[in-house]
């Protein structure tokens, strides 16, 4: 059974950092590109960032971008979002999603998806 779960999150001031961890089990991550979304209360799904399943390419929402990186270690079978200098608009319940084929922002294209963890930027 293929299985996502992330970690991570918890509650940071303004300008702090947290670092969020997606681990696979069941499958070998390295053969998916991953892409990292967030949903906060009573808004829709956001793209925010996402890595090809070598690593060679990467992208970002423009609301994270130079805040946040994404990176992967396939020895590890995790990819990891680390977060910087966040703010309480970056609060959300984040999700880590898989599929074989890079997706980029269309959520809708990944099959696999983790439970999230919570984000929560407030002082």
């Known amino acids: 059974q293929l299985q996502l779960v992330e970690s991570g999150g918890g509650l940071v001031q303004p300008g702090g950092s947290l670092r969020l961890s997606c681990t696979a089990s069941?499958?070998?991550?390295?053969?998916?590109?991953i892409g990292w979304f967030r949903q906060a209360p009573g808004k829709e799904r956001e793209g925010v960032s996402y890595?090809?399943?070598?690593?060679?390419?990467?992208n970002y929402a423009d609301s994270v971008k130079g805040r946040f990186t994404i990176s992967r270690d396939n020895a590890k079978n995790t990819v990891y979002l680390q977060m910087n200098r966040l703010k309480p608009e970056d609060t959300a319940v984040y999700y880590c999603a898989a599929s074989t084929i890079y997706r980029g922002s269309y959520y809708m294209g990944y099959p696999y998806w983790g439970q999230g963890t919570q984000v929560t930027v407030s002082s």
């Open positions: 890595i090809s399943s070598s690593g060679g390419l990467s």
């Open positions: 069941g499958f070998t991550l390295g053969g998916y590109s």
